[in-house]
């Protein structure tokens, strides 16, 4: 043991309606080994449902934990939220960042460097008294 506490990353991916770009996005995120997935697809039909069940074996390999759900259209952004609100409570386990990715954006976790920046943002406002 160093000593040193590392800061647990949580990433919640959200994916709805392309399981293909929720697939590449988790193997984004887990190339740069920057912390843990949560991940969340909101199915939006028949086929797609049959889609992410034929895959949902290989991507829980590659999570800590998948949810799958249907979406539900009756709203602007249908299931998304609820999606991020399932990854809020699961990060409440003892996280200490989080960080929301929509699958379909192809929004990806760069580097370190925006855990180090996250970490200069929390201090400067702890030394502050900021909450």
């Not at 988790?26 to 797609?48: L, M, Q």
């Not at 992410?52 to 249907?70: C, D, M, Y």
């Amino acid at each position: 043991m160093t000593g040193i506490v590392q800061n647990r990353v949580l990433h919640v991916i959200v994916g709805a309606g392309n399981v293909d770009y929720f697939i590449n996005c988790i193997r984004s995120v887990n190339r740069c080994k920057a912390g843990e997935i949560f991940a969340v697809y909101n199915w939006i039909g028949p086929g797609d449902r049959m889609a992410i069940e034929v895959e949902q074996a290989k991507i829980r390999g590659s999570v800590s934990r998948l949810v799958v759900q249907k979406n539900e259209q009756h709203t602007r952004t249908g299931s998304l939220y609820q999606a991020n609100n399932l990854g809020l409570k699961w990060a409440r386990q003892g996280f200490d960042y989080v960080n929301f990715i929509q699958a379909d954006m192809q929004m990806m976790w760069w580097d370190h460097n925006v855990l180090a920046r996250a970490k200069e943002i929390t201090n400067w406002h702890s030394e502050r008294g900021v909450n």
